[in-house]
């Protein structure tokens, strides 16, 4: 026997032996290494004369509220839809519209084919205890419903079928690399190409990181194709939590804003009592677009409760175009 494993030995130092498959070998050789591909100095850098296209035009992403109209072409007309391939902040007080908003944009926007993501950060999605609340699903399918005109059946088997839901409540234990997890996990295995983040800064329960956050979500929707609505709060100050540092982040920056009519030339030009309160909402900023230089009066939509223009809105002197 002990001759036997001699031979063998001396055998496969001369080469393979006949007859033997070496898919049965235990190990192979290891393969090469792969070539440096390690650009050093040159990583990062770009020469734009070598590109072929140049020129752009911002391309609108229509979901039919309000803030399709506050950014604006070069000759002054209305985009017609949010700036696509752009990071949003929408920030504004409690109770005024701005998740419903959100949703009905959610739900035109998955209609018309896109896929999208709602990430949920404030509050439980689904009542699965069914104890009585109108839950956040059962308020985005009324709502989708609302603004496209179909039932539940023809709503759940055609937009409904184009959204996908994270839940990223931080009392579930979810980190923001948990939320990026899945952010980067349905657009590049699902393809979503929009998203609405409700909100911002529930992400960070801190309020210490809403802005860094948000540049790191910016940088990556840009590699990406990817449109972010981002819902944010504000402080009594009236500014966003996150401050200029967010404002100066987020490529388009929408304001909604309770403003009081404290003399009665106000309220005649708004359209409202002396002393009253109105809601109104701005395009702060973006990059992308030039914007409408001044705000609209808002108003809720009956079976939405989405925003829309109100009707006392002053368009000869503030026009909407």
Same mark, same amino acid.
């Given at each position: ?107 035109? =926007? ?9 990430? =949920? ?8 205890a069914d104890s009585g609340r109108d839950d956040l699903c059962s ?23 184009n959204i996908w839901v994270v839940e990223s409540q931080y009392h ?53 194709? =990817? ?95």
């Amino acid at each position: 026997m002990f001759q036997f494993f001699q031979m063998m030995q001396s055998m496969s130092g001369m080469g393979a032996m006949p007859g033997f498959d070496p898919a049965a070998m235990p190990f192979q050789p290891a393969a090469a290494p792969p070539a440096d591909a390690d650009k050093g100095l040159d990583a990062g850098i770009v020469r734009p004369a070598t590109f072929g296209s140049l020129l752009r035009e911002q391309v609108a992403l229509p979901t039919g509220t309000i803030l399709d109209r506050l950014c604006l072409q070069a000759d002054g007309t209305s985009l017609g839809g949010l700036p696509k391939g752009t990071t949003i902040a929408f920030a504004g007080p409690p109770g005024k519209g701005k998740t419903r908003t959100a949703l009905a944009t959610l739900a035109r =926007v998955a209609a018309s084919g896109i896929r999208s993501r709602f990430v =949920v950060a404030e509050e439980g999605f689904r009542d699965d205890a069914d104890s009585g609340r109108d839950d956040l699903c059962s308020r985005l399918v009324k709502i989708g419903m609302a603004v496209t005109g179909l039932d539940e059946a023809a709503f759940r088997a055609g937009p409904l079928e184009n959204i996908w839901v994270v839940e990223s409540q931080y009392h579930k234990d979810q980190s923001w690399d948990d939320f990026i997890a899945r952010y980067r996990y349905l657009v590049e295995k699902a393809g979503v190409r929009f998203v609405v983040v409700n909100s911002l800064n529930m992400l960070d329960p801190s309020r210490a990181r809403t802005a860094d956050n948000l540049a790191a979500l910016k940088t990556y929707n840009h590699e990406h194709g =990817v449109t972010a609505l981002c819902i944010g709060q504000i402080r009594d100050t009236g500014q966003p939590v996150g401050g200029e540092a967010l404002m100066h982040t987020a490529d388009v920056v929408f304001l909604l804003e309770e403003v009081g009519l404290a003399s009665k030339e106000m309220a005649e030009l708004w359209g409202g009592r002396y002393r009253d309160r109105i809601d109104t909402v701005a395009a702060v900023k973006s990059v992308t677009t030039r914007t409408l230089p001044h705000a609209v009066r808002v108003d809720r939509e009956a079976e939405s409760g989405a925003l829309i223009l109100h009707a006392a809105h002053p368009n000869d002197v503030y026009p909407v175009p």
